[in-house]
């Protein structure tokens, strides 16, 4: 029966891991489309070595997040 409670458990965190990262992929897009010049690669964030950057682990690759440990101060939760 607890075998059941974990995996039910695990469910509910990938699900919710699943739309975490389906709304920031979202909220990327809009803020594209809204400032579409500041949309290449390295310049969207403006991240300076001093900027605190916070976001899920879950919505970062390894790359992506080794890339932002370099231009920041990186923090995931």
């Known amino acids: 029966m607890g075998n059941r ?7 509910r965190v990938q699900k919710v891991n699943r739309e975490s990262v389906g709304i920031v992929a979202e909220q990327v897009e809009k ?6 010049e500041a ?5 969207f964030l403006n991240l300076t070595r001093d900027a605190l950057f916070a ?4 919505a970062l690759d390894d790359e992506t997040a080794a890339n932002l440990a ?7 939760i």
């Open 5 to 11: 409670k974990s995996t039910a458990k695990k469910r």
């Open 31 to 36: 803020l594209k489309e809204l400032f579409p």
């Open 39 to 43: 949309a290449g690669e390295g310049k």
């Open 55 to 58: 976001c899920r682990d879950v």
């Open 70 to 76: 370099l231009q920041c101060k990186l923090r995931t």
